[in-house]
C-alpha cells in the first residue's frame, strides 16, 4: 500500500507519502491545478494516473475507468461554508505500474486504487476516518465520523459509501443515519433498514502526517494502513455481507487529541 497526498496550504505546497514503512513529507516549489491535473514540479497527478519524482522516490501508476459515487459524498452540505469539505472520486479502480522506493521496486499490477479530496481551512478537532477496498469479494469501504462545527453550533457528523459488487450503499446524516455506537474500535450504524457493523484493529499506533489547521499545515495525526477490518452489512435484518482484511487504512484523532 502506497498513498500520495499532495496539497496547497498558506504555509506552501506539498506532498506527502504514506506506505507501510513510513510517512515522508516533502516541499513543492511550484503546485498548479489544470484541467483535472495536479502538476506538482516534477510530479503529475491525473484521472489517468499518477507520475512521480521525488528524492528516493520514482515511478508511475496508470489507473483504469474510475467507480464514482452517484453523487455528492458531502450531500445537502456541500451547499454551506465547511472547515472541511470532502470528496469521493474514485471507490475503486484498476492499477498498472510500479513505484521505486529507496531502491526497492513495489509492483501494483492487479492491484486497486482510491481517490479523495479534501479543501477548507482545518480538519475536524476530532475524527475517525477509514478506508478499504482489499477484500475477497469486490468491496470498496469509506466511512467518517467527525465534530462538525455548523453555523455557530456542532454535531457529530457521519459520511459513509459503500459500493458492494457494482451497488452503492449510503449512509450519512443527511439521509437519518444513527449512530448506534462509536468507538475507536467499534462502529454500529443503522439507517432505514440498513445495519452496518465495523470492527477495527490497527496494526500500529500509525505513522505521522501533517494536517491543516487555520490554513497551515500546522498539525499532526496518525495513520494506520494495515488495520484489521471486519466489516458486515444487513438490509431489512438479512446478511448483505461479512467481509475481512488486514489492509484498511485508518485515522483516530479524539477529543482532546493525542
Same mark, same amino acid.
Given at each position: 500500500?502506497?498513498?500520495?497526498?499532495?496539497?496547497?496550504?498558506?504555509?506552501?505546497?506539498?506532498?506527502?507519502?504514506?506506505?507501510?514503512?513510513?510517512?515522508?513529507?516533502?516541499?513543492?516549489?511550484?503546485?498548479?491545478?489544470?484541467?483535472?491535473?495536479?502538476?506538482?514540479?516534477?510530479?503529475?497527478?491525473?484521472?489517468?494516473?499518477?507520475?512521480?519524482?521525488?528524492?528516493?522516490?520514482?515511478?508511475?501508476?496508470?489507473?483504469?475507468?474510475?467507480?464514482?459515487?452517484?453523487?455528492?459524498?458531502?450531500?445537502?452540505?456541500?451547499?454551506?461554508?465547511?472547515?472541511?469539505?470532502?470528496?469521493? #472520486? @474514485?471507490? =475503486? $479502480?484498476?492499477?498498472?505500474? !510500479?513505484?521505486?522506493?529507496? &531502491?526497492? /521496486?513495489?509492483?501494483?499490477?492487479?492491484?486497486?486504487?482510491?481517490?479523495?479530496?479534501?479543501?477548507?481551512?482545518?480538519?475536524?478537532?476530532?475524527?475517525?476516518?477509514?478506508?478499504?477496498?482489499?477484500?475477497?469479494?469486490?468491496?470498496?469501504?469509506? #466511512? @467518517?465520523? =467527525? $465534530?462538525?462545527?455548523?453555523? !455557530?453550533?456542532?454535531?457529530? &457528523?457521519? /459520511?459513509?459509501?459503500?459500493?458492494?459488487?457494482?451497488?452503492?450503499?449510503?449512509?450519512?446524516?443527511?439521509?437519518?443515519?444513527?449512530?448506534?455506537?462509536?468507538?475507536?474500535?467499534?462502529?454500529?450504524?443503522?439507517?432505514?433498514?440498513?445495519?452496518?457493523?465495523?470492527?477495527?484493529?490497527?496494526?500500529?499506533? !500509525?505513522?505521522?502526517?501533517?494536517?491543516?489547521?487555520?490554513?497551515?499545515?500546522?498539525?499532526?495525526?496518525?495513520?494506520?494502513?494495515?488495520?484489521?477490518?471486519?466489516?458486515?452489512?444487513?438490509?431489512?435484518?438479512?446478511?448483505?455481507?461479512?467481509?475481512?482484511?488486514?489492509?484498511?487504512?485508518?485515522?483516530?484523532?479524539?477529543?482532546?487529541?493525542?
Amino acid at each position: 500500500m502506497i498513498a500520495f497526498i499532495p496539497g496547497q496550504a498558506e504555509s506552501g505546497a506539498f506532498i506527502q507519502l504514506i506506505s507501510q514503512e513510513g510517512a515522508r513529507q516533502f516541499k513543492i516549489s511550484n503546485l498548479t491545478v489544470s484541467e483535472g491535473m495536479i502538476r506538482a514540479d516534477r510530479s503529475w497527478f491525473s484521472r489517468q494516473g499518477c507520475h512521480i519524482e521525488l528524492p528516493g522516490i520514482s515511478g508511475e501508476i496508470t489507473y483504469g475507468p474510475f467507480s464514482p459515487l452517484y453523487s455528492d459524498i458531502m450531500g445537502p452540505f456541500r451547499y454551506f461554508r465547511m472547515e472541511c469539505r470532502h470528496g469521493v #472520486l @474514485s471507490m =475503486a $479502480h484498476a492499477l498498472q505500474g !510500479g513505484i521505486i522506493l529507496d &531502491g526497492h /521496486i513495489h509492483h501494483f499490477d492487479g492491484g486497486l486504487g482510491y481517490v479523495e479530496k479534501d479543501s477548507g481551512t482545518s480538519f475536524p478537532r476530532s475524527y475517525l476516518w477509514m478506508q478499504c477496498n482489499d477484500f475477497s469479494t469486490p468491496c470498496s469501504i469509506m #466511512l @467518517s465520523i =467527525a $465534530h462538525i462545527p455548523f453555523c !455557530g453550533s456542532s454535531f457529530r &457528523g457521519c /459520511i459513509c459509501a459503500i459500493l458492494y459488487q457494482g451497488r452503492e450503499y449510503r449512509l450519512a446524516t443527511y439521509r437519518g443515519v444513527r449512530i448506534q455506537s462509536f468507538t475507536p474500535e467499534h462502529i454500529c450504524l443503522s439507517q432505514g433498514n440498513l445495519l452496518l457493523k465495523l470492527d477495527i484493529a490497527p496494526s500500529h499506533a !500509525g505513522h505521522p502526517l501533517r494536517a491543516p489547521q487555520y490554513g497551515q499545515m500546522s498539525s499532526t495525526i496518525r495513520e494506520s494502513c494495515n488495520a484489521r477490518l471486519r466489516a458486515r452489512l444487513w438490509k431489512r435484518e438479512k446478511p448483505v455481507f461479512d467481509l475481512q482484511s488486514g489492509h484498511a487504512v485508518y485515522e483516530f484523532v479524539p477529543e482532546h487529541g493525542g
